[in-house]
Each structure stands twice: as C-alpha cells, then as structure tokens.
C-alpha cells in the first residue's frame, strides 16, 4: 500500500502511543468526530469523510508526521488502521523545502 | 456496506441525470444530455477509455468523463483523455470520488484536465497530476459600458442572483463613455500588426486545406491536441453549442496561411467575443489572422475579445495589440504514463498549443445556437 522512496525510514519504524494520541486528535479535527471513536473511523463509516476531507486528512498526516505518502497510494489510505499501518511500516520522510 | 467502480454504461443514464440534477440544482437535459454521445462518443480518438461511475449501496454517487482525444507529441499521436463532468455526491460517495480520479490517472497513458474548480485541482495535483501555467485568459475591452454591464451581470449572478437580470445595457452607457478614451489607450485600439498580403475570407467548413495547417502548426507547438479536419468538424461543426465563425488566411496561391475559430457568447446584456483556435503556418500569417479575427469581432460588435491558452506566438502578438492579462487563469494538467522524453516535452509550458476548443472547457452555447 504504502511506498518507500528514497532510503529515509522513521527511526524505529513503529509508532508510539504518543504518535497515536497525535494522529487520533489530528482524525478528530480533520473529520469532526471524538477522539476516542478515531481509532475504529474510517471512510465508510464516518459520514464527513469525503474525498475533499481525505485529503485535509492525509495531508495534515503527512505535516504532523513528516512524511509523504505516495500519490498513486493515498486513497487505500481509507481507515484511521491503514493510516496508521502506513505510519508504521515507514515512509518517506518529508522533504523539507 | 458495498461499493464499486466500473465504466459508465448506457443503462446508468437515469442515475446520472439524478446525480446531475442534486450537483447542479438544475434540468440535465439541457446542459448535459444534449451534448453526452457527441462529447463522448464521437470525438476523433485513437481510443476511448469510457467514463467511470462508483455506486454505494447500489446507488450511483460520483462519475468521472473520460473525453477521448489525440495528442500530438513531436511524431508521434498519442491517446489521451481529458477528466471532464467530476460529479458526486458529497454526502453518500465518500472517497469514491477521489478513487475514480486516482483509478484514471493511472490507467490512462496520457490523463488531461482543463479547467475546472479550484478544489478539483487540488485534488487532481495531490494524486500527482502536474499542473501548467498555459490557460492564461487575455482581454481586450472593445466597448467599455457594454464591458461594465457584463461586469455587473457576473457579480450580481454571484451574489444576488435574482437582480442579475435586472442589469441593463443603458445603465453603463455613461460611465462607459467617460471610459472610452482611457480604453482606446489601454487597449490599444488603433494598433495594427504588420503584416504581409493575405485574403481573409469566412469559410463554411474544414478542407483538407486544415490538414495541411495542422501539421504545419505541430512545427510550432510539438505538444497539442490534434488539430486536423477531422477534430475541427466535430468540435465546430457538429457541436451542439455552435454556431462559430471559421476565418481563413488565404496566401496568392489560394493556400491556407492561418485560419481562426470565433465565438461570440452573452455575458447577460453584453456579448463577448472569444478565440476559440488560432491556427497559423508562420509567424506572418499569425499576425494577419490576429488582424482579420479582431476586424470580425468588431463587427460583430462584442464589448470585449477573449483569448484562453493558445500559443505562446500568438499571445505575445495579442499582447501588441492590446491583449492584457484578466480573469481566472485556468488549470491545465498533464499526468503522463510515457517515456521520459515524450513526458519533458508535455511538461514544458511552452511546447503545448491549447484552446477554449480543448476538453470541456468551453462548451457554452455561443449566440445564435
């Protein structure tokens, strides 16, 4: 699903239940839903989660987390889970202007 | 919880018109249907890829236009297809839309997009579509007051729809006199290019003389959708929006020298006159078509002149005389599966012709249709 370019990995490859907490507070902001049904979210269950959303999801990801995911892969993108498995099989660092 | 993607076909036609009508707020017939198996079933192509629909739950919720069309790389003609007709249903289609988008850009060799929402272009580029600098609109006033009834049209239509048609041509006659001298000015009214002799005459349709331009307009532009007989017919002659006027350049042997396509649309009480090609076998013949195609738009007595894209020969000559920058630039987006030296090429703005005559971008019914 998720593409590695370039040789970068987040360091240790797994994230944290700090990371988690981030990425539940960022589904629950981008999405409007509580932070603690985020986990279990995704695009077929949570009404506002539309295609113009899954983006602003995916992107505020990326700023959070300092990585780019893959155009051709951004809509398997589609649970709060596969973000998340995303995340922790590594992917490209951001590339910083 | 099901859903599903897969090509449009002629039984979806009701679900569509549904999904038209709750997206636009208005009767499909007109705008949409009228135009469906000419736009999407008749345009020359060397393939069609058929548009794409995504259902939920059995219903359709989102659909992707897939406008054949042949792109003209150096040598090569290459299929190609323009995204066109985006629609879903933001409350039922989820990322399904996004999906059909990114479903498109990879399987197409060659992926389009002219125009379009300002949204539809974040999106487009996210998937990884590159979006170019080459649908600049230039203007050039031609009747001030006529162009400040059209301005108020449009900005009352946006904001307080129901007094958009109470704009009336006399309101601006005035204000727009006093405008007339700094216009002239502006926009270079007397200004002629320079040029050598040609016979500028209306044509009732495309010969194989346009055949010969085209290929001489690839010399120019190695990148653009196929200018030929074929592609001119079906977009000028067989469009459901026409009627256009066909200018010709006509050299002392009778050839074709450069040829242009015009348009003449209602902005509410004002008309505005639009490049629809501009067509051309060299520079010299460039100038005089520019010439002829602004004489036409003059008697036609348009309050304004349009020119979206085209090459960049021909807007630096609509710039000397009097062309400036103004309005909306539109998107224009090229995601490629090809080889890396037929993608540089795509890639470089100044390589491409485009045109109002390109995709979906401009199908509004020109007055008279």
Redesign the interface.
Same mark, same amino acid.
């Given at each position: 699903m998720d593409r590695i370019r370039g040789a970068a990995r987040r360091a240790g490859g797994f994230v944290t239940s700090a990371e988690l907490a981030r990425l539940a507070a960022i589904v629950s902001a981008v999405l409007g839903i509580p932070e603690a049904e985020s986990a279990s979210a995704s695009?077929?269950d949570v009404?506002s989660?539309?295609? #113009?959303a899954?983006?602003n999801l995916?992107?505020a990801v990326e700023q959070e987390f300092g990585v780019r995911f893959a155009?051709?892969d #951004?809509?398997e993108l589609?649970s709060v889970f596969r973000i998340r498995e995303a995340l922790e099989r590594g992917v490209k660092q951001l590339e910083t202007p | 919880?099901s &859903?599903r993607i897969r090509p449009y076909e002629p039984s979806d036609r009701p679900e569509l018109d549904r999904l038209y009508s709750e997206v636009f707020g208005r009767d499909p017939q007109r705008h949409f249907v009228r135009r469906w198996d000419w736009e999407f079933g008749r345009s020359p192509a060397v393939e069609r890829f058929g548009n794409l629909v995504a259902f939920r739950d059995g219903q359709l919720v989102a659909h992707l236009g897939r406008l054949a069309t042949r792109v003209a790389v150096k040598d090569q003609i290459l299929p190609a297809a323009f995204l066109t007709d985006f629609l @879903?249903d &933001?409350?039922r289609? *989820?990322? $399904? @839309?996004?999906?059909l988008v990114?479903r498109s $850009? +990879?399987e197409l060799p060659l992926a389009l997009l002219f125009g379009g929402a300002p949204?539809t272009k974040?999106?487009y580029e +996210?998937? *990884?579509m590159r979006t170019m600098p080459i649908g600049e609109t230039l203007v050039r006033v031609e009747r001030p007051g006529g162009m400040l009834a059209a301005a108020a049209y449009r900005f009352l239509r946006r904001r307080a729809p129901p007094l958009a048609g109470l704009v009336r041509r006399w309101i601006f006659v005035l204000p727009g006199a006093f405008l007339v001298p700094l216009a002239a000015i502006r926009y270079r009214w007397k200004k002629k290019l320079k040029t050598g002799d040609y016979k500028l005459v209306p044509l009732d349709g495309f010969d194989e003389r346009f055949d010969t331009l085209c290929v001489a307009m690839r010399q120019h532009c190695p990148a653009s959708c196929l200018r030929d007989r074929s592609f001119l017919e079906w977009r000028y002659l067989e469009a459901p929006a026409g009627p256009y006027l066909i200018l010709a350049a006509v050299d002392a042997d009778g050839q074709l020298a450069a040829a242009s396509v015009l348009s003449r649309v209602a902005i509410g009480p004002s008309s505005c006159g639009k490049f629809m090609e501009c067509l051309y076998r060299d520079e010299d013949a460039l100038s005089a078509i520019i010439n002829g195609s602004i004489s036409a738009f003059k008697h036609w007595g348009v309050d304004l002149v349009l020119a979206i894209g085209l090459s960049r020969a021909a807007r630096a000559r609509l710039r000397e005389v009097g062309f400036r920058r103004g309005g909306p630039q539109r998107s224009f987006g090229v995601k490629a599966n090809l080889s890396s030296e037929l993608e540089g090429i795509l890639l470089d703005p100044d390589q491409w012709y485009i045109s109002p005559g390109d995709g979906d971008e401009d199908l509004e019914e020109t007055i008279g249709a």
């Open positions: 695009a077929d009404c989660w539309d295609s #113009i899954h983006l995916v992107m155009a051709e #951004i809509t589609d | 919880m &859903t @879903a &933001t409350d289609s *989820g990322i $399904l @839309a996004l999906r990114n $850009l +990879r949204v974040e999106i +996210r998937l *990884g």
